[in-house]
């Protein structure tokens, strides 16, 4: 089957709409159809000659189920500066649009470096007067508070997630609001244990910390940085992504609600000026930044002469390795549920595939299969599975290393769902036939993307798994246990998923290798990366 | 295929994977007309059971005009089948001699399978004689955890050929098995000898437990990879625990999303169930008319509260 | 108008989410500050101690298996439930407690915080209590909690509701089921709590209580081999023959003295947790 060109015209065209590969008959073993053969299992592919294809057509329709909750977002908000909403001194604000339907979601405030730096006065005033004084239990049931609310408003918080970023609304709803909630309750725990977590020193908090975080999981990355940060005694300023600033205003709104002392938290919003302010601010006493290795590297220079402590959690490109002897359809399902989850919008997502050898062509027949009961659509239908791309620059971005994938000989394959006819949206899209050398074996795409490489033997996947500048997670799928050991002792990924992928929990540390960052955020081991050890 | 590692022949599932997989059916919004089209096909596949020592010819007589006539309705369509003890079988031939209803008879020493091959092997001969078009059979669970999978195997080629002409249905006991692994095997090896349009089962409704979402879809999941391999299509039938309405969406979303079209039907999918009709009939009413419905105003219904 | 005539309650004991009174049918009397008469509450035998043995392990399997979030937010809950009645409770303790007046208050609150204290536990003990073990050999090598199983009680007089809520909480967050037995001198605090225990979320059985005779109820605490820990308020003889029945199903025990400090933060520690949890260390290799 010749390789399938993208027609370079409007995304939504995107795509071939062939079915499962079928194999050449001149490939397939010539097999007797007798008693032996309807018993015999063992088979290296995935279909039988002749043996129509599974049907997943239309007999069955699910009707538009759209949720209908109210997200409660204001047409225009402010910054959040000293607990309360200030207008941004040079009176700007830009739009956030729905990347699902283009159209405008709310107004938020520009914060120029003037504001940047009343957010940092505020944080300081609030760290020396209030915050480094109140005892750890106190502070810890501040922060139980804001677990609690978070909790009473989940379904209006993960509407507006939806609505603002592109993401499906079950999955906002099943997975980033709960998490944002998690990470607050864990973290409230630790307020007043934190002797516990330097055995043989004492930790003092750092003081004033500025955060930077992406447009992927908006609220639960505001939760992953807020949250350890404040456990520990600090204050904070914070700036979301431009394009998925909403819940983080929200967020503002239920600290008002949770009664937090003003300027514990700040959140100044913005783009790129926004950000390089309030990385550079000689007032934040250490940097923490969730985003792309590129502007990570940016951060890492501006602040090189003053030596300001920083952690880092950059991009990825995981390899999701899958033995012969792996439960092969839950790994199949852990492969889809590892790159096709959130659109491919995550630094940790599996986003190659090693799959051994002997099972190649069966293994990747189902994942064909999977994909055509995957749903590309409205974010806010509660059985749409793949959401909006998050913005036109990152769909750009997507067709154009996927249109590279192509070019440089990879064979794609896209399964035939339809999409919207406006909005941002890309299928999900599978390489085969990839090697290292491929740009798409190498550089991170971050959207709906897999490229499956194959391997003969365990210290093969070892050697490709590893040939990365990045190190930030890895899969293993595989019966055999201390396989699994060996493996997740030599893969260099900061987090190993066995049989699994994409699990998380604010009890897991996590973080990467190598050009993928440095620094833990959960657990106890997250928790020393917001202290000072005396 | 003596001895085996069942793991090497069959492959392995993961538990927690495949529960977390089926959880995602239960996350599926199903809404007027896609629900009408899933209950509607749903009441179609029931193979209404009465399996009790109790059991008399009056409470078959019910049993089946139930069958044919499940609500005052017209377009409510009739059930697949009537499922109940061999003794009964000619009872229930009074009733539906004229109708495209299936009888279905357990046998084969049911539940338990406890008895010799040659008294099974008698049991599905009379049932057939007396006029059933299906016949429910239960492996030998003893001989299968004993590693006997040949025996297991042989003794369920006996019985399709005692079965004849009807379909055959086969319960593996899910709930005895214990592990996935072992329900994926004892799939294959139930299939590798039944013919296109026979079913596996997942249980006799007897055991502590019966159908869940995750070990049917450990089965439907074998049937697809039996499919792809072989070309033939067994069915499927869960049976037990399946009580209301919404469970059964849950069930054909599973089968929607992992064997698609062509086995969303009833000569290729059954619900093995009793009270699971009136609730589907309750929820059709509601989507219908407007307002839920009190159990009561549907025949047969147990509970007066 | 004639003067409108209260309703008085009937305190019961709460086993196995349940309000029940003992098997017996007996109870001794309880008087307030003033000497006067203000209820019958029941006096358990051991009869009832095995009875809330059977509910205690009956809730076991299923406390332990939940994940070690849900159980820190149950206890939250537990804590939201006393905050919200801490005037009903701030007024027992006044009731009962000879010439109590802010101290009341002060021990509501602070066990409204040590709730909250060992709720944040639930979800981190096992990283600071577990370990990953670098043994000299290709293994992985862990040690984890697991929690012993039903732990017995016998609660202070001193602090009769901050006391038997630390010893509690401390045992059930790790995955234990408890039963309790209030302090004799002052059981009402106990026969409120229990109510607040009933609607937190904690499910029945996890958490028991029992009122009624020390010296009549000790002795079977100490020797019901299905209790694996006691944890108790007691000295002299008390403590001994605690000890020594106990010694017959090898029981941890744990034994406070009546005149400790509940409030001190010394109370609230990873190690009051230790205290009943084993530890289970597995071995698998790292191979191919």
Request: charged share 25%; with cysteine; proline share 5%.
């Amino acid at each position: 089957m010749e390789p399938t060109r993208l027609r370079t015209t409007s995304p939504t065209q995107l795509g071939v709409t062939s079915m499962a590969v079928t194999l050449d008959p001149s490939e397939r073993d010539s097999e007797s159809r007798d008693q032996k053969d309807q018993k015999d299992h063992k088979k290296k592919s995935g279909r039988k000659q002749g043996v129509p294809e599974l049907i997943f057509g239309d007999l069955w329709q699910y009707d538009p189920a759209p949720e209908t909750a109210d997200p409660r977002i204001r047409a225009r908000y402010d910054l959040f500066i000293g607990g309360r909403f200030i207008a941004p001194q040079s009176g700007d604000y830009f739009a956030s649009i729905n990347p699902a339907t283009e159209e405008t979601v709310t107004e938020i405030a520009l914060a120029s470096p003037a504001d940047v730096d009343s957010a940092y006065i505020a944080a300081q005033m609030a760290y020396e007067t209030v915050w480094r004084k109140m005892p750890g239990r106190e502070r810890g049931k501040y922060i139980y508070r804001i677990a609690r609310l978070l909790q009473d408003r989940a379904r209006e918080f993960a509407v507006a997630e939806s609505i603002d970023g592109g993401k499906p609304i079950h999955e906002s709803r099943d997975f980033d609001v709960p998490m944002a909630a998690a990470h607050f309750f864990y973290h409230a725990g630790w307020a007043d244990k934190l002797a516990y977590v330097a055995p043989g020193r004492t930790v003092n908090p750092i003081g004033v910390v500025g955060q930077v975080i992406p447009w992927n999981f908006p609220l639960l990355m505001l939760s992953w940085k807020i949250a350890p940060a404040l456990a520990a005694g600090n204050c904070v300023v914070l700036k979301p992504a431009e394009t998925t600033s909403a819940t983080a205003m929200k967020f503002a709104e239920l600290l008002q609600e949770a009664e937090l002392p003003d300027g514990v938290v700040n959140i100044v919003t913005g783009a790129g000026e926004t950000g390089a302010a309030l990385t550079g601010h000689p007032a934040a006493r250490k940097i923490a930044f969730t985003g792309s290795t590129e502007v990570g590297k940016l951060i890492m220079r501006q602040l090189a002469e003053r030596g300001t402590r920083m952690t880092m959690e950059l991009g990825g490109k995981a390899a999701n390795i899958v033995f012969e002897d792996s439960p092969i359809d839950q790994a199949v399902e852990g492969v889809v549920n590892g790159i096709f989850f959130n659109q491919g919008h995550v630094c940790c997502g599996g986003s190659r595939l090693l799959v051994q050898e002997s099972i190649a062509d069966s293994f990747v027949h189902k994942l064909q299969q999977r994909m055509e009961s995957l749903r590309v659509g409205d974010p806010l239908d509660k059985n749409t599975d793949i959401g909006a791309i998050n913005s036109r620059e990152q769909l750009d971005k997507i067709c154009g290393l996927v249109e590279s994938g192509v070019a440089e000989g990879a064979r794609l394959y896209q399964p035939s769902c339809s999409l919207p006819s406006r909005g941002f949206f890309f299928r999900p899209t599978l390489f085969t036939e990839v090697t290292q050398s491929h740009r798409i074996a190498r550089e991170e795409i971050f959207g709906p993307v897999l490229s499956i490489l194959t391997f003969r033997t365990m210290n093969e996947a070892i050697e490709k798994a590893n040939n990365t500048m990045y190190g930030l997670s890895a899969g293993v799928w595989t019966d055999k246990g201390s396989r699994i050991l060996r493996m997740a002792a030599e893969l260099k990924a900061g987090v190993v998923w066995a049989n699994t992928f994409n699990k998380f929990d604010p009890a897991s540390p996590f973080g990467g290798y190598k050009e993928s960052g440095f620094g833990r955020e959960g657990g106890r081991q997250g928790l020393l990366d917001y202290v000072e050890l005396a | 295929m003596s001895k085996h590692s069942i793991v090497e022949d069959f492959g392995t599932v993961d538990r927690v994977g495949i529960e977390e997989r089926v959880a995602k059916f239960t996350t599926r919004s199903i809404k007027k007309k896609s629900k009408l089209w899933g209950l509607h096909t749903a009441v179609s596949m029931v193979d209404l059971t009465t399996l009790e020592g109790k059991d008399t010819p009056g409470k078959v007589a019910s049993l089946c005009q139930k069958a044919r006539q499940p609500s005052d309705d017209p377009s409510i369509p009739s059930v697949a089948a009537v499922c109940i003890y061999p003794s009964l079988i000619r009872e229930a031939r009074k009733h539906l001699a004229d109708s495209p209803i299936k009888i279905a008879s357990v046998a084969t020493a049911f539940p338990s399978g406890q008895s010799s091959l040659k008294v099974r092997l008698q049991e599905v001969k009379y049932a057939v004689n007396a006029g059933a078009d299906e016949i429910d059979m239960v492996i030998n669970r003893g001989l299968f955890l004993a590693g006997e999978y040949d025996a297991v195997q042989d003794e369920i080629s006996a019985v399709v050929e005692a079965t004849g002409d009807a379909t055959l249905k086969v319960i593996l006991e899910v709930a005895e098995l214990e592990t996935y692994d072992n329900i994926r095997a004892a799939s294959f090896i139930a299939m590798q000898v039944l013919r296109a349009g026979d079913f596996i089962k997942t249980s006799t409704g007897k055991a502590g437990s019966s159908a869940t979402l995750a070990n049917t879809q450990v089965m439907l999941e074998a049937i697809r990879d039996f499919y792809l391999d072989t070309g033939i299509a067994i069915g499927m039938k869960p049976a037990g625990g399946i009580k209301t309405a919404k469970q059964a969406l849950h069930y054909l979303v599973a089968v929607k999303e992992t064997l698609g079209d062509a086995w969303l039907n009833s000569s290729r999918y059954r619900f093995g169930a009793s009270s699971l009709l009136n609730d589907l009939l309750r929820q059709i009413h509601k989507e219908k008319y407007g307002a839920y419905q009190a159990p009561y105003y549907f025949s047969d219904a147990a509970g007066s509260y | 108008m004639s003067e409108r005539i209260p309703v008085v309650k009937t305190p019961k004991v709460y086993v196995g989410g349940a309000f029940i009174r003992s098997e017996s049918g007996r109870t001794f009397p309880v008087y307030d500050n003033g000497g006067q008469f203000v209820a019958n509450v029941p006096q358990c035998t051991r009869k009832d101690i095995r009875n809330a043995v059977e509910a205690a392990a009956k809730a076991g399997p299923g406390w332990a298996a939940r994940t070690p979030y849900n159980r820190g937010q149950i206890i939250y809950r537990l804590a939201e439930m006393l905050e919200s009645r801490a005037d009903e409770m701030t007024g027992v303790l006044r009731q009962f407690a000879p010439a109590w007046t802010s101290a009341a208050e002060q021990e509501v609150a602070a066990t409204v915080d040590r709730l909250v204290h060992y709720a944040g536990w639930a979800d981190k003990y096992e990283q600071v209590l577990g370990s990953a073990n670098p043994v000299a050999a290709p293994f992985f090598n862990f040690t984890l909690t697991e929690p012993v199983g039903v732990v017995g009680i016998i609660a202070s007089d001193a602090a009769p509701l901050l006391g038997l809520v630390t010893q509690a909480a401390a045992a059930i967050v790790s995955g234990n089921t408890v039963i309790a037995l209030a302090s004799e001198a002052m059981p009402y605090p106990a026969i409120t709590l229990g109510e607040m225990l009933a609607t937190s979320d904690l499910p029945a059985g996890v958490m028991n209580i029992l009122t009624g005779y020390r010296k009549e109820l000790i002795p079977t605490f100490a020797t019901h081999t299905h209790i694996r820990g006691i944890d108790a308020v007691a000295t002299g003889d008390d403590a001994t023959s605690l000890r020594r029945g106990a010694a017959d199903s090898v029981k941890r025990v744990k034994v406070r003295e009546p005149d400790i400090d509940w409030s001190a933060e010394s109370n609230e520690s990873v190690y009051e947790i230790r205290s009943f949890v084993e530890f289970k260390t597995v071995w698998h290799p790292i191979g191919a």
